[in-house]
């Protein structure tokens, strides 16, 4: 089944590859959405898959990439859009 949720990772999170780790590891997974740095020093992500997919995403956001320091992960479950057919960086 396949599901859509909305991320906010807070932290020491910008200025770490973490947006292009995070595009590495959705197109390995098959997730699609994308994912971007917001002007308050967060990240933000729309993820869309398969649920088992979603779960592996959001655990990798928990730790991000090797320098990053993440301190909380807000998830928001959205409607299922299928408006996506890849993974990209947002500017």
């Known amino acids: 089944m396949k599901s859509n949720v909305r991320v906010i990772v807070s932290g020491g ?3 770490v590859w973490f947006r292009a780790k995070t595009k ?3 197109e390995q997974l098959g997730v699609t959405g ?3 740095n917001t002007s308050s020093g967060k990240v933000e992500a729309v993820f869309e898959g398969e649920q088992e997919q979603i779960k ?3 655990n990798w956001c ?3 990439p090797p320098m990053a320091h993440v301190e909380n992960v807000e998830i928001k479950n959205q409607e299922l ?3 996506f057919d890849s993974f990209s960086i947002r500017y």
Do not use: I, P, Y
């Open 62 to 64: 928990h730790h991000g």
């Open 81 to 83: 859009t299928n408006g």
């Open 24 to 26: 590495e590891k959705a």
């Open 34 to 36: 994308w994912v971007r």
């Open 13 to 15: 999170v910008q200025g």
């Open 56 to 58: 592996e995403m959001l």
